[in-house]
T-cell receptor, first 114, second 113 residues
Framework: KAGVTQTPRYLIKTRGQQVTLSCSPI?????VSWYQQTPGQGLQFLFE???????NKGNFPGRFSGRQFSNSRSEMNVSTLELGDSALYLC?????????????FGPGTRLTVT | AQSVTQLGSHVSVSEGALVLLRCNYS??????LFWYVQYPNQGLQLLLK??????LVKGINGFEAEFKKSETSFHLTKPSAHMSDAAEYFC???????????FGSGTRLLVRP
C-alpha cells in the first residue's frame, strides 16, 4: 500500500497570503488528522476529519480550516498568513481514527512565510 | 488537562550503550500512551503504544517501554544503541482516550561511534 502523501512538500508564501495544503491518506483510511510542528511549540493538534465530518479541533484561530472529500483526501487552508505560521504541517491517517488503531504520518509540508 | 513531559531535549549515547528516554504524563483518566520516532525530513513513525494490559510494551527496532502508573512514567529503552537510532523521539498521550494526540517536546538522540 502506498503511504500517506502530502503535497506540496515545500512552500514559500508571503505574509497576508493564503495557502492550501493537501493530504492523501492510505487507501481505505477514513480518518485524517492534521498537526503543526514548530521548534517553539512542538507538535500541536489542528483538527481531525472522519467521513467528511470534523470531529475535533485544536486551539488554533479561525484562519486555520480544513475539509475532507468523499474519497477521504483532506485539505487544510490557512488564510492571512503570519510569520508564526511557518512550520511543518503533518497529516496522519488511520482506518477509523480510534486510538487503538495506528495513525500513519505523511512526510509533511514545510511552509515558510516571509 | 492531559500533558506530557520529556526530560532532556538531547540525549547522547555511545553505540552499543543503553538508550533511556524519559517521559512523564499527566492524565485524569487511564491513559493511552505512545512513542513515535521522527527521522530528518520525514513524518512520525509509531514505535510502540500502551493501551491496557501488560505494562511492559515491546515495539519495533528493539525498543520497549514500561508503563508505571505510580510514577506516571512511560520511559523508552533499548539495550544497545545503533547508529541508525539517531533521530528525534516523541512521547504522546491520547487525550481522553481519543484519536487526538498530545505530544511531548521531543528528545533528540545522538549516537556516538
Amino acid at each position: 500500500k502506498a503511504g500517506v502523501t502530502q503535497t506540496p512538500r515545500y512552500l514559500i508564501k508571503t505574509r497576508g497570503q493564503q495557502v492550501t495544503l493537501s493530504c492523501s491518506p492510505i487507501s481505505g483510511h477514513r480518518s485524517v488528522s492534521w498537526y503543526q510542528q514548530t521548534p517553539g511549540q512542538g507538535l500541536q493538534f489542528l483538527f481531525e476529519y472522519f467521513s467528511e465530518t470534523q470531529r475535533n479541533k485544536g486551539n488554533f484561530p479561525g484562519r486555520f480550516s480544513g475539509r475532507q472529500f468523499s474519497n477521504s483526501r483532506s485539505e487544510m487552508n490557512v488564510s492571512t498568513l503570519e510569520l508564526g505560521d511557518s512550520a511543518l504541517y503533518l497529516c496522519a491517517s488511520s482506518d477509523t481514527g480510534e486510538p487503538l488503531h495506528e495513525q500513519y504520518f505523511g512526510p509533511g509540508t514545510r511552509l515558510t512565510v516571509t | 488537562a492531559q500533558s506530557v513531559t520529556q526530560l532532556g531535549s538531547h540525549v547522547s549515547v555511545s553505540e552499543g550503550a543503553l538508550v533511556l528516554l524519559r517521559c512523564n504524563y499527566s492524565s485524569s483518566v487511564p491513559p493511552y500512551l505512545f512513542w513515535y520516532v521522527q527521522y530528518p525530513n520525514q513524518g512520525l513513525q509509531l514505535l510502540l503504544k500502551y493501551t491496557t494490559g501488560a505494562t511492559l510494551v515491546k515495539g519495533i527496532n528493539g525498543f520497549e517501554a514500561e508503563f508505571k502508573k505510580s510514577e506516571t512514567s512511560f520511559h523508552l529503552t533499548k539495550p544497545s544503541a545503533h547508529m541508525s537510532d539517531a533521530a528525534e523521539y516523541f512521547c504522546a498521550v491520547s487525550e481522553n482516550r481519543s484519536y487526538k494526540l498530545i505530544f511531548g517536546s521531543g528528545t533528540r538522540l545522538l549516537v556516538r561511534p
